[in-house]
């Protein structure tokens, strides 16, 4: 039968051609995934098995019963755009590697109660040695990745590596450094130094502390006037430089005086502040005419003596002692302060260090921007407390 038509079905996961007689009628089918050809009329299979014969050359010869006559067929499905099948094909484009994708296979439909359907089922093919794979590799083991190590600023520093290495095991520097601060102590009377007046060595060493300068004050024996003792010049000149300080707290500064040091030394003054922090030093010069520059102090018209600005041990010991227990860096300025003289001339200055006259120490006070008030309160509170200062 030469007016056979073959219409190509594929829905629902099913790759089907379906043999119709000319007004529509389906006759059987053949399902391209599991390989079986029914027939609806036994009568058509002959007709069947040639229809599609023609259009799929590689289908097996028709086998079986035929299908008893005058069975209703099932409505035929609108056709739709036919969709090359994926068995067996490989991803265009993929490597040697790649999986080939396969269309998966529909279980085959069971007959109705009272139809007997000619079934024939496919011969599988040998397999295809090209793409017979073997099991695939395993992927190799990616090594998670390292955090570098974060360096402790206490600790010593590593040493490098070879110079063949160096590149490959140095680690990335870190984008921002912290401080690991210490803790100190609780606070107590007895270590706190905001008490502390100023030039309180002197005092002890004159002896101008406790009862006994109660007691010497009122018998007479303390003459100040009469006493020719250099230190009395000292405290004196520490008390004024102290006083100027005091005025500086109205504007929200901070001082400490007569800092204690381990080795029985002092740092005279100590300024806290949003301008920096500043170790002031005093000088007494009674009525003398000072000039300073070039590493050199003239008084009056003597020739210059050596006099080192730079490099003052207080401000370092006050900068290694305050950033030990702060998470900032805490740089120190120096400030010498000159007092009792007639004059004050300053040619140069190293960096870091001023010098001045007592009066003229209100100059720090508009100065900003170096410390927030939340540090400098931080910086305050370390530095008032003894226990800071015992390794400086």
Known sequence: MQDLKVTSWQLFGHDRLYVNLPDGT??????????????????????????????????????????????????????????????????????????????????????????????????????????????????????????????????????????????????APEAVRRRRPGVLPALTPGSDLASRRAGAGLREQLGEGGTGALVRAATGALRRHKDGDPRRGALAGERRVGAELKRLTRHGWRVLHSVPLPDGAEIGHLLIGPGGVFAVRTDHRHGASVRVGDGTLRLDEGDPQPYALDGSPDARRARAALEAYCAFDVPVQTVLVFTGVTALEVVATPDGVRVCRERQLSALTPLTGVFTLTQVERIYDVARNAEAWLDA
């Open 26 to 171: 389906a006759i059987g089918w053949a399902d391209r995934g599991s390989g079986t050809i029914t027939v609806l009329h036994p009568r058509y299979r002959d007709a069947v098995a040639d229809a599609l014969a023609r259009q799929v050359p590689d289908l097996p010869a028709l086998v079986g019963e035929d299908a008893p006559a005058g069975h209703p067929a099932p409505p035929v499905p609108p056709p739709v755009p036919r969709i090359p099948p994926m068995q067996g094909m490989r991803k265009r484009g993929a490597g040697p590697d790649t999986a080939a994708v396969r269309k998966p296979v529909p279980p085959e439909p069971e007959p109705e109660s009272g139809q007997h359907m000619a079934v024939v089922r496919k011969p599988v093919e040998p397999p295809d040695p090209e793409r017979v794979r073997g099991p695939e590799p395993a992927p190799e083991p990616v090594a998670a990745p390292q955090r570098a190590p974060v360096p402790d600023p206490v600790a010593a520093p590593a040493p490098a590596p070879a110079s063949g290495a160096a590149e490959a095991s140095a680690p």
